[in-house]
């Protein structure tokens, strides 16, 4: 048996799991679907960025989280980091005996179906975008669309800083969005989570008549179905509990936490791996 293997049960927590806040938009979408379910997030908030970190190094911090979600008996583990899905996927369905979801077949599937012009744009992080994911993702559901994609590099430190509607944050947008825009794509992938939390600023940029795709709410579609199928759906009665942990600063992760997901954050803990 897989030494990780533990007993996880209907009465066991979704484990979701990314490299810093950015993951909660997933949270927030499984907390509206699944009211009943209980939720261990992970943010590795002393190691953040991962995007523009070495795929090694990447995959190896990968495996540091599952494992420790995994010791925690959780039934079934989200990936909520797109730069963790583009490169580390494999290895973390190698590790786990619990059935495993990404953010990238989720955005590319709500991406393909969302595109009317057959050019869709993808921003991510410079790991996730060299890695080809969403093309590769996308282009297996649609080969006949038309994918440009652009490195986003500062976003994630920015949203991290709490920076959501600052200027830097707004020229920084315009900036990256800039070549985009000379194409006509007509749906956007925001492929990180953090970059949902500057949603206004990419809306600004982008006008209108691009649609902005995000995978969370298709994550939670995602995750009942497949708790559904292996009958491991909490009673609608039941009491959910949410714990959240990370690796530094937890009173940053609360103070960005709580202004996203409109609640509190009473569990907050930091944890060592």
Known sequence: MNPLQGA???????????????????????????PSESILYFGDTARVPYGVKSVETIVHFAGQITEF???????????????????????????SPVPVL??????????????????????GTPATIESNAYVKAIHRLDPAIRVVSQA?????????EGWLDHPITKLTAKEYLRSILQ??????????????????????????RVQLVDSAEAMAQE?????????????????????FCVTDIPLRFRTIGERFLGRSLSSVEVVQL
């Open 8 to 34: 996880a049960d209907r009465s066991s927590a979704i484990g979701v799991f990314d490299s810093g806040v950015g993951g909660l938009t997933v949270v927030r979408a499984v907390m509206e679907r699944l």
């Open 69 to 95: 979600l995994l010791r925690k008996r959780v039934k079934l583990l989200i990936v909520a980091c797109n730069t963790m899905s583009a490169v580390a996927l494999e290895v973390i369905r190698s590790m």
């Open 102 to 123: 990404d953010v990238i077949h989720a955005g590319a599937k709500s991406a393909a179906e969302a595109t009317r012009s057959g050019y869709v744009a993808v921003i």
């Open 152 to 160: 986003c590099a500062l976003f994630v430190p920015l949203v991290e």
């Open 183 to 208: 194409h006509p794509v007509d749906s956007l992938v925001l492929g990180c989570t953090h970059y949902p939390l500057i949603k206004p600023v990419i809306r600004e940029v982008v006008g209108n």
């Open 223 to 243: 995750a009942e179905r497949v708790l559904q199928e292996r009958g491991l759906s909490r009673p609608s009665s039941a009491l959910p509990e949410y714990r």
